[in-house]
């Protein structure tokens, strides 16, 4: 079971990124999956989620109208497309996954089993 982060890099504020999180040794599509960030000494939060059925998302105020989160089961993969990125958006992100339903929103790590290595996202002029 593991879970690879990709897409993040050094963007402008104002620019956009396509973050990626694909799975392997198990289908996606029988999970939950959040997406994570941990700006440089902060505590890990999370930023956005869907559930299994993609029915349902959640999302952190601080993105809200930038972010959006989409998954193609068919590729065993979620996204999570960011754009007008601010400074303050710089942060490594993580994507993870749990097979039992997220009840509780905004979750904590601790929610999900699984998770990927993270990647790092660095806005800045």
């Known amino acids: 079971v593991q879970l690879q982060a990709s897409g993040g890099g050094l963007v402008q504020p104002g620019g956009s990124l396509r973050l990626s999180c694909a799975a392997s040794?198990?289908?996606?599509?029988?999970?939950?999956i959040g997406w994570f960030r941990q700006p440089p000494g902060k505590e890990r939060e999370a930023i956005y989620c869907?559930?299994?059925?993609?029915?349902?998302?959640w999302y952190a105020d601080s993105v809200k109208g930038r972010f959006t989160i989409s998954r193609d089961n068919a590729k065993n993969t979620v996204y999570l497309q960011m754009s007008s990125l601010k400074p303050e958006d710089t942060a490594v992100y993580y994507c993870?996954?749990?097979?039992?339903?997220?009840?509780?929103?905004?979750?904590?790590?601790?929610?999900?089993?699984?998770w990927g290595q993270g990647t790092l996202v660095t806005v800045s002029s």
């Open positions: 993870a996954a749990d097979d039992d339903s997220i009840v509780r929103y905004p979750p904590a790590p601790g929610d999900y089993d699984y």
């Open positions: 040794g198990f289908s996606l599509d029988h999970y939950d």
């Open positions: 869907i559930s299994r059925s993609g029915d349902s998302t």
